[in-house]
C-alpha cells in the first residue's frame, strides 16, 4: 500500500508542478500590455471634448481589402506616447478632436470610403485620466494597448489592435 500512496504523491507532484509551470508562463505572457479602456462618447460628451480645443498628435491608419471597400481610424493621443501598429500609420501632425472628425468626415465621402460609415468615437483611458481619443466606424474593431515591457520609459508606447469586421463582398 505505501508503494501506491508514494506513486500517487509523486504523480500528484508532477501535476500541481506542470500546473505551477503553465500558469507562470501564461502570467508572463500577459503582462507584456495591458488593455486601456475605451469609453464610447454621447454627442453631449463629443461636443464637451470639442470645445476645449486642445491639441493631440494623431496618426491614421487605412485597412486595406477585405471588402470592396477600405477602412480607416484616426487615433488621437497626448504628448509623452507613441502609437504603434502591424501597418503603416500616416502622421497628419496635430489637431484637436474636431479637426479629426472633419477629416474623417471629409475622407469618407470619397470614392476609395464611401460605404464607411460616421465616425464612433471613444475616448481612451489610462490611469483615470483621458490621454487621448480613437476614431472608427462600425465595421471595425479598435482597442489600445499600453506595452509596459519597454525599457525606455520616456514615451508610453501604445499598440493599436484593430478587427476587420466587414464580410468580404
Do not use: H
Not at 471634448?49 to 470592396?68: D, I, S
Not at 475622407?107 to 490611469?127: G, K, L
Amino acid at each position: 500500500m505505501s508503494g501506491f500512496r508514494q506513486e500517487k504523491e509523486t504523480g500528484c507532484r508532477i501535476v500541481l508542478f506542470a500546473l505551477f509551470a503553465v500558469l507562470l508562463l501564461i502570467s508572463g505572457c500577459a503582462t507584456t500590455s495591458v488593455l486601456l479602456d475605451m469609453n464610447t462618447l454621447s454627442t453631449d460628451e463629443i461636443r464637451k471634448a470639442e470645445t476645449q480645443g486642445l491639441k493631440y498628435n494623431a496618426v491614421r491608419f487605412e485597412v486595406l481589402g477585405g471588402a470592396n471597400y477600405n477602412l480607416f481610424y484616426y487615433v488621437l493621443y497626448k504628448d509623452g506616447f507613441e502609437v504603434r501598429t502591424s501597418g503603416p500609420l500616416k502622421n497628419p501632425g496635430k489637431m484637436t478632436l474636431r479637426e479629426a472628425i472633419s477629416n474623417y468626415d471629409k475622407d469618407r465621402r470619397t470614392e476609395y470610403f464611401s460605404r464607411q460609415s460616421r465616425a464612433r468615437i471613444n475616448e481612451v483611458v489610462r490611469e483615470g485620466s483621458v490621454i487621448g481619443y480613437a476614431l472608427f466606424n462600425e465595421d471595425a474593431d479598435v482597442d489600445l494597448w499600453e506595452d509596459i515591457s519597454q525599457t525606455d520609459k520616456s514615451k508610453v508606447i501604445l499598440i493599436l489592435n484593430y478587427e476587420d469586421l466587414r464580410i468580404a463582398d
